[in-house]
C-alpha cells in the first residue's frame, strides 16, 4: 500500500492540525484540479505572430523572406522559421555546434542584460530593439548577431504581431495540458445506429486510454477523456465543437465523428490549431496545402474512387473502353468523379459519360436505357446502395451487364445479392480489410473487451477507434515531456510506417494528412455471396 509523506511518524505533527471547513476544502480541491488546465487564450495578433514565429508564414500571405550569412542569400522564412533554432518555447535548441540564446521575453528583457555563450555582455532588449535584430540582426548593445541567425524581411503588420507572440511564448502550456493531465476531446454523432456506433467508439476509447493510465500514462501524466454530442447540422455542429474545445480545454481530438461536417469542423481546428488524430469521415478535407491540424487514418470516398479507377485502368491497358459515371449532386460525389477523370484521363478513357441523378431522376430503367444506348463497359457508381441495386436488376432485365465499381463504405453488406450475372464483374474500393488486424492486436483487444466490458455490436468502429488512439499515444509520446500542440503536429509529420495493429501502415508528413493513401480493390462472389481480395494495395497517382 502506498503511504503519503505524513506517513512516517518521526515526521508528523506533535500537535493535530487545525481542520478545514468543508465548503473551503471543495473550494481548494476545486482550485488544485482546475487550475493547471485554465490557460489563457492567444488574442488574435498573438495567434498570428505564432504562425510567424512556428511557420515563417505570414498569415496574410505576404511574403516573409530570410537573408542569410555573410552573402545575403535570400530564402523563404518557412525554411527557417524562428521555432527552428529558437524551439517552440523560446529557450534555444543546439544546432550544429550553436546554442541560439533564449529568447523568452523575460531573458530578453531581464533588467540587468545577460551574457552570451560567446562571453560578450547585452543590455535588456526593448520593442524597438528586437525588431531591429529580427530585421538587421543587431542586437541590443548594437553588436553584430552570429552569422547563423539570419535577418527577417516581413511586413508591420507581422513584424508585430510576432513581437507580440514572442511576449508570451515558453510562458504557458496549452489549454488542455498540466504537469499532470492531458485533456483528450472525441466528438461523437446523436441518434440511433449513427449515436449507437459512437457511443460504442467511445467505450473502446475511454478502456484504452484507462489502461494507459493505468501503465504510467504518457511521461508522468494522465489522459482524461471528454466527450460532445454536438448537433447534426453543419453550421450547428461545428459551433458545439468550438465551444466544447475552448469550454472544456481540450489539448487535442481524436477518433471524432465528422457528420459530413468535415470542412466546417477543419476550419474550427484551424483557427484554434487544434489537432485533430483520426476522424470517422467519408469526406476528409483535405485541401491544397492540406489542414495542417486535421489528421485522417484512411481515404475518403474521392481517395477510394480514384483507386478504383487506377485498378481499372491497368485491366484495360490496351483499350480504353466506353466508361460512365452514375453520381448525385453532392459536392463529395463531384469531387469522387473528377478523381475519376483525372485517373483516366493519361490512358485515353476521356470524355467519359456522366449521368446525374437528382430527386431520383431519372431512374434505373431510364438510367439502363442509356448505358445500353451507350453500349457501356464501364460504370463507376457514386451514389446510394439501394439505387445500384435497383439498376443492377434493370441491367440484368434488359441483359447488360457492365463492369460495375463502387467505393465500399456506400456499398452495404446486401450487395452480395446482387444478380449473378453480375458475378466477377462488381469491384469494390476498402481502405482496410479483416487481413490488416494482427493476431497480437486482437488478442489485445479480447482482453480489453473483457476486462472493460465493452460492447460486442461495432467492433470494426472500436478498431478505427483504438487505432486513432495508438496514433496519437504514440505522437504523444515522440513528442516528449515538453508536449505541445505545435510540437504534437510536427512529430505526427514524421510518423512512418506505424502499425497500429487494426489498419494499413500509417504514414504521415508535411503535405500528406491521410495516414493509409489507397485502398484493397474486393471482388464480390455473388455464388459464394463472399468478397475476395483482387490484387495488391492501390495508390492512386
Not at 468502429?461 to 504534437?488: I, N, P, W, Y
Amino acid at each position: 500500500m502506498l503511504r503519503g509523506p505524513d506517513s512516517n511518524p518521526e515526521k508528523r505533527h506533535k500537535h493535530p492540525p487545525r481542520l478545514l471547513s468543508p465548503v473551503l476544502i471543495t473550494l481548494l480541491t476545486a482550485a488544485v484540479v482546475s487550475a493547471p488546465l485554465q490557460t489563457q487564450q492567444l488574442t488574435p495578433q498573438e495567434r498570428r505572430g505564432k504562425q510567424v514565429y512556428t511557420r515563417g508564414i505570414s498569415p496574410s500571405g505576404a511574403d516573409i523572406t530570410a537573408v542569410l550569412g555573410k552573402e545575403g542569400i535570400s530564402t523563404p522564412a518557412s525554411i527557417v522559421a524562428c521555432a527552428n533554432c529558437h524551439g517552440l518555447d523560446g529557450s534555444g535548441k543546439q544546432e550544429g555546434g550553436v546554442r541560439p540564446p533564449n529568447i523568452t521575453w523575460e531573458a530578453l528583457t531581464k533588467p540587468y542584460g545577460d551574457t552570451l555563450s560567446t562571453g560578450r555582455n547585452r543590455v535588456p532588449y526593448t520593442e524597438s530593439a528586437l525588431k531591429r535584430a529580427i530585421a538587421l540582426g543587431i542586437d541590443s548593445a548594437g553588436n553584430q548577431l552570429h552569422v547563423a541567425m539570419p535577418r527577417y524581411r516581413m511586413s508591420y503588420q507581422d513584424m508585430a504581431d510576432l513581437i507580440a507572440y514572442l511576449r508570451r511564448v515558453g510562458k504557458n502550456l496549452d489549454p488542455g495540458l498540466s504537469d499532470t493531465t492531458i485533456r483528450i476531446g472525441m466528438v461523437l454523432m446523436s441518434g440511433g445506429r449513427p449515436g449507437e456506433m459512437s457511443r460504442a467508439a467511445r467505450e473502446a476509447l475511454a478502456a484504452y486510454f484507462d489502461e494507459t493510465n493505468r501503465q504510467g500514462g504518457i511521461h508522468g501524466r494522465q489522459i482524461e477523456l471528454k466527450s460532445l454530442d454536438p448537433p447534426n447540422t453543419h453550421e450547428e455542429r461545428a459551433k458545439a465543437v468550438r465551444a466544447f474545445i475552448e469550454g472544456q480545454q481540450i489539448f487535442a481530438l481524436t477518433a471524432s465523428f465528422m457528420a459530413d461536417a468535415d470542412k466546417e469542423i477543419a476550419a474550427v481546428l484551424g483557427e484554434d490549431e487544434v489537432p485533430l488524430v483520426g476522424a470517422f469521415s467519408l469526406y476528409p478535407h483535405l485541401g491544397s496545402p492540406p489542414n495542417r491540424y486535421a489528421f485522417y487514418l484512411y481515404s475518403g470516398i474521392e481517395q477510394q474512387a480514384a483507386a478504383l479507377a487506377a485498378f481499372i485502368v491497368q485491366r484495360y491497358k490496351l483499350r480504353a473502353p466506353r466508361a460512365a459515371i452514375i453520381r448525385g449532386d453532392e459536392t463529395g460525389a463531384r469531387e469522387a468523379a473528377d478523381a475519376i477523370r483525372k485517373q483516366c484521363r493519361q490512358p485515353g478513357w476521356n470524355p467519359i459519360t456522366e449521368i446525374l441523378i437528382e430527386r431520383g431522376e431519372p431512374g434505373p430503367g431510364g438510367v439502363v436505357e442509356r448505358l445500353k444506348r451507350e453500349e457501356t463497359e464501364v460504370v463507376f457508381f457514386l451514389g446510394e446502395s439501394e439505387l445500384c441495386r435497383s439498376i443492377l436488376k434493370e441491367a440484368d432485365k434488359l441483359g447488360i451487364n457492365p463492369t460495375i465499381m463502387m467505393p465500399g463504405s456506400a456499398a452495404g453488406g446486401d450487395i452480395v445479392g446482387a444478380p449473378e450475372s453480375f458475378d466477377g464483374r462488381l469491384f469494390l474500393s476498402f481502405p482496410t480489410i479483416p487481413s490488416d488486424q494482427t493476431a497480437e492486436a486482437t488478442a489485445a483487444y479480447r482482453r480489453l473487451a473483457e476486462a472493460h466490458h465493452l460492447s460486442p455490436d461495432y467492433v470494426a468502429t472500436q478498431f478505427v477507434a483504438l487505432s486513432s488512439a495508438a496514433v496519437l499515444v504514440e505522437g504523444l509520446k515522440r513528442s516528449g515531456r515538453d508536449v505541445s500542440r505545435e510540437k504534437l503536429v510536427g512529430t505526427l509529420e514524421g510518423l512512418y510506417e506505424f502499425r497500429t495493429g487494426f489498419t494499413p501502415a500509417v504514414t504521415y508528413g508535411p503535405n500528406r494528412r491521410v495516414g493509409a493513401v489507397g485502398c484493397y480493390i474486393v471482388g464480390v462472389d455473388l455464388k459464394a455471396r463472399t468478397f475476395t481480395r483482387v490484387g495488391d494495395w492501390v495508390e492512386p497517382k
